[in-house]
């Protein structure tokens, strides 16, 4: 197991390195420089020639590329930010916690939401429940998380005054965001949660403990949904680790400072430190989680244990 875990890790480097290149590669190719966009228009050009000479914008790619690269693996640096001139190790450290409370309530809401409604809809296939669900899983996963946000802050902000709209202050201001986008995702579980129960309940292991006496809810708990539980895990991983690498839309809606708005913000001042360190941390960010998953896989399926032991 441990050998699996560290040729996993080790499988990350080049993974992450081809992100980095990416990324350095849209920021360098996109059109503007950061002078103009950190000092604006109306700065004098001699002002904003200066700047750019200082962070290194007018260096060849590959040297500027480099230096990067230089930083980040020896000295574990993220830089410094163009724009504000702070750490970005310590910025990313602020924002963080907010993307990632986003992301755990998130799924909380998703988990609670689909996963339930996706088994009672296998089980009552055909039924007047189970065309409910459906509806709802293509409603919730076609409607844009955004739109949905938008009607939240509308009913229970504007008309009804219970949850603020925008911030990260307290609990209630992430019940809107996570609310709206544990929907969005409900959709999506629910979908899945559905179709691989309803593959499972098929299968002669059913029929068997059927056969056995063996009580429904533990035919439906334990055989079937346990046995689900792999594609399912592969969808919340994958959802969640796209979540901790900041969800923008829903953070810019709502105002909240996570390091999905900041990305915004940094791309939009063509902060190419501030963008690529993100970037970084996202990218880290999911392929921890789904190495997570593969772990969790091991602990739910025997079988996949006993093939990492050897």
């Known amino acids: 197991m441990w050998k699996y875990i560290l040729r996993r890790i080790f499988l990350m480097i080049p993974v992450l390195l081809a992100i980095s ?3 350095f590669s849209l920021m360098t190719l996109s059109p503007g420089d950061p002078g103009s966009a950190i000092l604006g228009a109306s700065a004098e050009p001699e002002a904003i020639q200066a700047f750019n000479e200082s962070v290194g914008y007018y260096d060849p790619f590959f040297v500027r590329y480099g230096n990067y690269l230089k930083n980040l693996i020896f000295k574990f640096d993220l830089g410094i930010s163009w724009a504000t001139k702070n750490s970005l190790a310590a910025e990313i450290a602020n924002r963080f916690p907010i993307t990632f409370q986003i992301a755990v309530y998130s799924m909380v809401v998703a988990i609670i939401v689909g996963i339930p409604l996706g088994v009672l809809s296998a089980v009552k296939q055909y039924s007047m429940l189970d065309h409910i669900c459906r509806v709802m899983a293509i409603a919730l996963a076609s409607v844009p998380f955004f739109w949905l946000g938008l009607m939240m802050i509308y009913w229970f902000s504007l008309k009804l005054h219970l949850l603020p709209a925008f911030g990260a ?3 209630a201001c992430y019940v809107l965001p996570c609310v709206a986008l544990g929907l969005h995702y409900a959709g999506r579980e629910l979908r899945m949660t559905r179709s691989c129960m309803l593959e499972n309940l098929r299968q002669d292991f059913i029929r068997t403990a059927r056969a056995k006496g063996v009580k429904e809810e533990r035919v439906i708990l334990h055989h079937a949904l346990r046995n689900s539980l792999l594609p399912i895990l592969t969808t919340i ?3 969640f680790g796209m979540l901790l690498g900041g969800a923008i839309v829903t ?3 709502f105002s909240m400072p996570g390091i999905g708005y900041y990305l915004l913000t940094s791309i939009r001042s063509k902060d190419t430190p501030a ?6 941390v996202m990218a880290l960010s999911f392929s921890v989680v789904m190495l997570v998953v593969d772990i969790l896989y091991a602990q739910i399926d025997p079988r996949i244990k006993a093939r990492f032991s050897k």
């Open 21 to 23: 290149f990416v990324i």
């Open 169 to 171: 202050t307290s609990f």
């Open 237 to 239: 991983g994958s959802h």
């Open 251 to 253: 953070e810019s809606l």
């Open 275 to 280: 963008t690529m360190a993100v970037a970084m």
